[in-house]
């Protein structure tokens, strides 16, 4: 009779012989044949159900080992450098295993996030528990979701809660991380589509009730990958760091530098003061100081600090929440310029003429002591005859001369003339619970402008200063308009009555001057906002393609280091250039700057979608208790879907679908912005005043969705368009359908 190993004899062999793993080679280990297999089989499951094993296809393995090959997920590198993964799968009882990636000369880069097949060789003795080396690339990172988990008995499904999704997720059974339905959640796609069509995902992350106010700016963190949380090695370099010395710094501490910032903000990064230049030649000058926390002395290069904040590029704003690129010791503490604490900083002193042209300027790495943390309303408040306790000593000595070389510098402006948009900038208000109290545009006085006028020079010295010592730097580029981009903004233009001129070498001057057409009239805002959509992104990079909106040759981001990656690039920079220590540009800074640009574009941009999508949620908190009222408003956008209409109080975008509009076809004419009834004749297009009712507010998922009542006070009809007398026309749809149709040939011969 064939004996049967015991359950401990099987999990030895498995342990010492990983590679032999199948139902037939334990059972050719054994000696078992013929009818033995089935007591093999069942104690097989056995040890699969009380966890001692995880089947894989045909084969077993300890829960709490690995297998030879398994899929892996590159994280993050130490201070040494050392690459390190994690496994996929994972169904032991005890901690997630370390594995230490063993990489040949010959195999690609790998970072964070990518996924790899590696085989694995376990080791003992050290602080980690695997070597693996890279078999082959699997894939980088697959693709996230965020959404609501709706429970079923086969596992559920995920609702996503961006708005732009158009279909649901089937979690299988095993997958759900114990979600609970109704819970938000984040999770990855795990696999094809399945029988219904629908790809399967598995939870990796739940986080909590959708509804809650405290949510919306989660969403938006998790749903855009937006990292929120430093790893313990950055927090512990953080908390090692101590303060600045004076040595080797140029001593600032008796110049009376001071802070004017928002005035709920945690972080400082500048501070000015301007003092009139006593020379004669130069009647109505002034000697500028601009003061930077010197971010460099703290995060030095390939540091954990320093890998850490260019994964994140940059801090990202919410109404309710900052993610900072640093860890709050530094952001808030060692690096903030504080009042009446040694900071250390990176200074500028500037000089220049009455007209508001810089002559001259010199950079020092100095220690200062900030006079005053001022807010923008309380300087102002000084200057306009209503001074506090703080700001009363401050006004003769250091606010005036601010104020005044302010307006020497727009005078420069003047000349200059960088483009002149009038956006107001929208401000959520929140309580303490987090809920939307109200929604106003934010103020802005001249202490603002002052500030950006300061900010903008030293920008420039300090690329002037790179340039001239041939140091490489990232530049921060903003290139012209693209043709097709300026003759939509042309047709926009022309539809309200304006005109941009056309023929000639495109410049702000001539964009101001279409924005000086349309300020206060009835289409102001929506030249405006056109204009700002023709622009190009701008971006980080090593080449200087110059900056077009603020008419400069010259310009690189050097006064906010505590929030910006390429200001501490800047930094590093000049530390090389005047050899201030041994905290400046490496040569892997350098090697890597196009990267490192393309990086922090992306983080940018990144972060730019997240507060977005985080001020359209708290707006459709706000408007849904507003659901059935009538709403006024303009016309912002035209799509082939439908219309978007920009409501006055808020200035929030509620989307009208192409199929409320009434039953006949619209064509869509996507140059000139229009659409237009294939009935009626009826044009709808931008910047048309309507009267909308609100149908539909969706907080989770930000998405606001209403109906036209009238445009140009034209009532529109309910049903089929008869006739088009009354109807709201731009201009007669059969010259926008011609001018469509003349596009299209011109398309097909170019194509041709």
């Known amino acids: ?88 799968e994972w169904r032991g009882d005890g901690a997630m295993p370390r594995i230490l990636m063993i990489q040949r000369d010959t195999d690609p880069a790998l970072a964070p996030g990518d996924r790899i097949l590696g085989r694995m060789t376990e080791v003992t003795g050290e602080d980690y528990d695997y070597t693996a080396r890279m078999i082959r690339r699997v894939g980088s990172n697959p693709l996230r979701i965020v959404g609501v988990f709706r429970q079923s008995h086969e596992g559920g499904r995920i609702v996503p809660i961006d708005k732009k999704a158009d279909k649901q997720w089937i979690v299988p059974e095993g997958a759900t991380a114990g979600a609970k339905d109704g819970e938000l959640v984040e999770a990855e796609q795990s696999g094809p589509k399945g029988r219904l069509g629908l790809p399967k995902a598995r939870i990796i992350d739940r986080l909590g009730d959708p ?3 405290k949510a919306v700016s989660l969403i938006a963190i998790h749903q855009h990958g937006i990292p929120d949380a430093f790893p313990d090695d950055v927090i512990a370099e953080a908390d090692s760091v101590k303060p600045a010395e004076l040595k080797g710094r140029t001593d600032l501490r008796h110049l009376p530098l001071v802070t004017i910032d928002p005035a709920d903000a945690r972080d400082r990064d500048d501070a000015v003061l301007a003092i009139p230049d006593s020379d004669p030649e130069n009647e109505g000058g002034f000697y500028l100081w601009v003061a930077i926390a010197d971010v460099a002395y703290y995060v030095r290069p390939n540091s ?28 808030g503490d060692l690096c903030s310029l504080h009042e009446a604490v040694d900071r250390a900083c990176m200074a500028v002193e500037m000089r220049i003429d009455a007209e508001g042209r810089k002559i001259s300027h010199r950079f020092v790495r100095g220690l200062m002591r900030s006079s005053a943390s001022l807010a923008y309303e309380e300087a102002q408040a000084a200057i306009d005859g209503m001074p506090n306790e703080k700001t009363g000593p401050l006004l003769e000595p250091v606010l005036k001369p601010l104020y005044a070389a302010y307006e020497a510098l727009k005078k420069a402006r003047a000349v200059r003339q960088p483009l002149e948009l009038d956006l107001p900038e929208r401000q959520i208000v929140l309580n303490d619970a987090g809920e939307v109290t109200s929604i106003a545009f934010k103020e802005r006085f001249d202490a603002h402008k002052l500030i ?135 040569d892997w800074d350098i090697e890597m700057l196009e990267a490192t640009g393309q990086q922090i574009s992306d983080t940018e941009r990144r972060s730019m979608i997240a507060e977005r999508d ?20 303009r016309i912002s956008g035209i799509q082939k879907f439908g219309v978007f209409v920009k409501l006055d109080e808020t200035g929030a975008d509620v989307l009208v679908p192409v199929r409320s509009l009434g039953s006949e076809f619209f064509h869509y004419d996507a140059e000139a912005q229009q659409l237009f009834g294939s009935q009626s004749g009826m044009v709808i297009g931008l910047g048309q005043r309507v009267t909308l009712k609100l149908t539909e507010a969706a907080p989770i998922s930000g998405g606001l969705v209403g109906e036209i009542i009238s445009i140009d006070d034209f009532i529109m009809p309910k049903g089929p368009m008869r006739g088009g007398r009354g109807r709201p026309v731009r201009r007669k749809a059969n010259a926008a359908k011609k001018k469509a149709d003349k596009v299209r040939r011109k398309v097909k011969r170019t194509r041709k």
């Open 1 to 88: 009779m064939t004996r049967i190993p015991s359950k401990e004899e099987i999990l030895e062999w498995i342990s010492t012989n990983p590679t032999l793993t199948a139902k037939r080679d334990i059972a050719k280990a054994f000696g078992i044949k013929g009818s033995a297999r089935i007591d093999l089989k069942r104690i097989l499951r056995e040890l699969e159900d009380e966890g001692a094993l995880t089947k894989r296809r045909s084969s077993y393995r300890d829960a709490e080992k690995l297998p030879p090959v398994a899929v892996l997920q590159v994280i993050d590198p130490d201070h040494n450098g050392d690459l390190w993964a994690r496994p996929l």
């Open 211 to 213: 509804s809650a106010p």
């Open 304 to 331: 954990a600090l320093d890998r850490e904040a260019r994964k994140r590029g940059n801090s990202s704003y919410f109404p309710d929440r900052v993610v900072p690129m640093l860890p709050d010791r530094l952001s």
């Open 452 to 586: 950006e006028e300061f900010m903008v020079l030293a920008n420039v010295a300090a690329a002037e200063e790179l340039i001239k010592h041939r140091t490489p730097l990232l530049f921060r580029v903003h290139e012209e308009p693209s043709p097709e981009k300026l003759d939509s903004l042309r047709e926009v233009a022309q539809a309200s009555g304006l005109v941009l001129a056309k023929g000639q070498v495109l410049q702000t001057r001539h964009l101001n001057q279409l924005l000086r057409q349309a300020e206060g009239t009835p289409q102001d805002e929506l030249i405006n906002m056109s204009t700002l959509r023709s622009m190009t992104q701008a971006y980080y990079g090593p080449n200087n393609f110059g900056h077009f909106g603020l008419a400069l040759r010259n310009y690189a981001h050097f006064t906010s280091p505590i929030r910006r990656y390429s200001d501490l690039i800047v930094h590093r920079a000049l530390i090389k250039t005047h050899k201030w220590g041994d905290d400046g540009l490496s």
């Open 614 to 633: 985080t001020t359209d949620r708290y707006l459709a908190a706000f408007m849904k208790d507003r659901v059935g009222t009538e709403l006024p408003g």
